[in-house]
Nanobody, 121 residues
Framework: QVQLVESGGGLVQPGGSLRLSCAAS????????MGWHRQAPGKERELVAS???????NYADSVKGRFTVSRDNAKNMVYLQMNSLKPDDTAVYYC???????????????WGQGTQVTVSS
């Protein structure tokens, strides 16, 4: 069984930084891509950033230049470094990954439980 567990959320002042981490565990053969979505109150869940096995990345326009996604393939982890945070970044951040498990050898999408990020003075 595959699990994604996030950590690193919290309360930060505007202009501050946070680093989110997500660890994938279980019977994993491959992960591609890994990334982050977020959902603010009253809004739909949206893609924040994703990263492929080859290191190529994709960012939402609203976070380009401020957020950086990275991954450690050996540890099955993905990170999101968030700088110059704004109140509009306040949301629950979800780790997500497309994973091929050893048991099925098929790709499926998995989600973490979410971590709250609040940007406020």
């Amino acid at each position: 069984q595959v699990q994604l567990v996030e950590s690193g959320g919290g309360l930060v002042q505007p202009g501050g930084s946070l680093r989110l981490s997500c660890a994938a565990s279980g019977s994993i053969f491959s992960i591609n891509p890994m990334g982050w979505h977020r959902q603010a109150p009253g809004k739909e869940r949206e893609l924040v950033a994703s990263i492929n096995l080859d290191g190529s990345t994709n960012y939402a326009d609203s976070v380009k230049g401020r957020f950086t996604v990275s991954r450690d393939n050996a540890k099955n982890m993905v990170y999101l470094q968030m700088n110059s945070l704004k109140p509009d970044d306040t949301a629950v951040y979800y780790c997500n990954a497309r994973i091929m498990t050893l048991r099925t050898m098929r790709w499926n999408d998995y989600w973490g439980q979410g971590t709250q990020v609040t940007v406020s003075s």
